[in-house]
Nanobody
Framework: QVQLVESGGGLVQAGGSLRLSCVASGRYFSTDTMAWFRQAPGKDREFVAAITGLGDAHEYAHSVQGRFTMSRDKDRNTVDLRMNNLSLEDTAVYYC????????????????WGQGTQVTVSS
């Protein structure tokens, strides 16, 4: 059974930091593109960051560039998202996802999803 399990969400003040983690299991993920998406209430799910399986290329949404850092450990099948200088606009449910085809920014291209972890940034 394929599973992606996120953790690390919570409540943080604006300007603070959080680290999200995702553990993948049930299949071989090393060649997949792994990504983080987020969805705020009333909004569409949006791309946050990704690392490709082949080449380990990083891609970030413009809104998080310079504040968020994504990493992955292929041996442990884990990906992390380090989030610094959080703002109110970062409040959302954050999802870990895996794409076999290797695309990055399009949710419809991802094959596996976690259940999400809530990040709430307060003023």
């Amino acid at each position: 059974q394929v599973q992606l399990v996120e953790s690390g969400g919570g409540l943080v003040q604006a300007g603070g930091s959080l680290r999200l983690s995702c553990v993948a299991s049930g299949r071989y993920f090393s060649t997949d593109t792994m990504a983080w998406f987020r969805q705020a209430p009333g909004k569409d799910r949006e791309f946050v960051a990704a690392i490709t399986g082949l080449g380990d290329a990083h891609e970030y949404a413009h809104s998080v560039q310079g504040r968020f850092t994504m990493s992955r450990d292929k041996d442990r099948n884990t990906v992390d998202l380090r989030m610094n200088n959080l703002s109110l606009e970062d409040t959302a449910v954050y999802y870990c996802a895996a794409s076999i085809a290797g695309t990055t920014a399009y949710p419809s291209s991802y094959d596996y999803w976690g259940q999400g972890t809530q990040v709430t940034v307060s003023s």
